[in-house]
């Protein structure tokens, strides 16, 4: 099957991958770019594991064709740290809240929570689970989660009030 | 990597119906939220595809010359969902699309994706069917409009024929103006599920808010494909707002479904489902247009 150039920009940098037409976002961010943050769950769009943000919104990259991405801006977990490797509020959250267990779905969910998180005016619990309902963690029971997200929104907004 | 033969990429909606013409035996690619995963399950294992999810063209929303809705069938449930127009005139098509899947699904699936599988759940359906959209179906030879009520043809099949794109959704002026709806879906979860049964409903009231000027209801998985229920809308015509209304609008129902026993729930069940929520559907959509039941 035929190579492909796909040019987009990931976590800031413009890339371009040459990637068989048959790949899905996930093989071609985790086997060429080697961004391990985007597990192979269920590999049909059910867990929400290889979750990230194309242009702002929460996709599964599983089910998303590489060759969709061409002209794309992507951010994944990796993409969230600053330039010297420091995790970012939402990352040190799910720490600090007891929200991550085994860890397999953590940066599904912290992706999916990214657009919650930089809203402007706060969101009630049941929103918040309904923007990660795509997403399973079978250990945590989600409270810490809903916990995680919750603060991290609401310490951003009072830091925007200043 | 999917397992699939060949991939064409058409870049304009022209090309796209050559290279049906050429390989008749592809299959669309929208937003490949049931195709990509058939593929992976081996159920489509080996196809070829052509992929028209980058055909802007196919993409948006807009208000015709006419006053009428044209929404084209890339537009992912998201963007439905939030765009003005769907908003301030059919709002219940954006909260139907709104209960798909979970945000990652609703951002990649696409509403004529949603009803060219021609499956009785589509979420996106009862609530077209009930709006009495017309389809705009493009070949070579031109377009074709067919109104949505005459596309499903069984499960899993729809009036797509040999060389056919589906390249717009019409809700006309005349059908959306001065309407309320509601939807409800039942499933077993919140999100990430099928429904059990989907039950859309939209009405006009009469101009003193005390009687039915016209009621239209549809159902999805009460019967192998969506429908409309003609004998529950032709209970409603002109009926006083009060009990008996929502008493005749699921008697009504009733008579017009035909669900079948499946894993997700029984026949039984169903019949249940559909006269509940027959009545709690209408009485929800008359309330949003301002009218009350035994006011």
Request: proline share 3%.
């Amino acid at each position: 099957m035929a190579n492909k150039d796909i040019h987009c920009i990931v976590n800031g940098k413009e890339r371009v991958f040459s990637v068989d037409v048959r790949s899905s976002l996930s093989d071609m961010l985790r086997g060429k770019a080697g961004l391990d943050s985007i597990k192979h769950g269920c590999d049909v769009g059910e867990c929400g594991a290889c979750t990230v943000l194309i242009d702002g919104r929460p996709f599964n990259s599983c089910i998303y064709m590489a060759i969709w991405a061409e002209g794309k801006t992507i951010l994944t977990l990796e993409g969230l740290s600053d330039t010297k490797g420091a995790i970012s509020d939402i990352q040190q959250a799910f720490i600090d809240e007891g929200a991550v267990q085994c860890g397999f779905c953590t940066p599904g969910f912290i992706m999916a929570s990214i657009p919650i998180i930089e809203k402007d005016s706060p969101s009630s619990r049941e929103e918040i689970r309904r923007q990660i309902s795509g997403n399973l963690c079978r250990c945590t029971g989600y409270e810490h989660i809903v916990d995680a997200i919750e603060k991290t929104q609401k310490k951003r907004i009072e830091q925007k009030k200043g | 990597m999917y397992n699939f033969n060949n991939l064409y990429e058409p870049t304009s909606v022209e090309e796209a119906l050559h290279l049906k013409k050429e390989h008749p035996q592809a299959l669309w690619l929208a937003g490949g939220s049931d195709i990509l995963i058939k593929i992976r399950e081996g159920k489509l294992a080996h196809c070829d595809l052509i992929n028209i999810y980058c055909l802007e063209e196919l993409r948006g929303i807009c208000l015709e010359d006419d006053g009428s809705i044209l929404i084209r069938p890339l537009t992912s449930f998201t963007d439905v969902s939030m765009h003005p127009l769907i908003k301030q005139h059919v709002p219940v098509l954006g909260e139907a699309v709104d209960q798909i899947g979970g945000p990652q699904v609703r951002n990649i699936g696409t509403i004529g994706g949603n009803i060219c599988n021609g499956v009785t759940s589509a979420d996106s359906a009862t609530t077209l069917k009930a709006y009495d959209a017309v389809l705009e179906i493009a070949s070579l030879d031109g377009i074709r409009l067919l109104p949505y009520a005459e596309f499903n043809l069984g499960p899993g099949k729809v009036d797509l024929r040999e060389g056919e794109l589906l390249c717009g959704i019409r809700i006309a002026k005349e059908s959306y103006e001065n309407t309320s709806g509601h939807y409800i879906k039942y499933a077993m979860r919140k999100a990430m599920d099928i429904a059990t049964l989907g039950c859309s409903v939209n009405v006009r009231l009469s101009s003193d808010k005390k009687h039915i000027d016209r009621l239209r209801i549809a159902f999805g998985v009460a019967a192998p494909t969506p429908i409309r229920s003609t004998t529950a809308e032709k209970h409603a015509q002109g009926h006083e707002l009060n009990e008996e209304l929502l008493e005749q609008v699921a008697a009504g129902a009733l008579a017009d479904v035909s669900p079948r026993t499946s894993w997700r729930a029984s026949k039984e069940f169903r019949l249940q489902l559909v006269k509940e929520m027959a009545r709690r559907t209408t009485k929800a959509a008359v309330e949003k247009a301002g009218g009350t039941i035994n006011g």
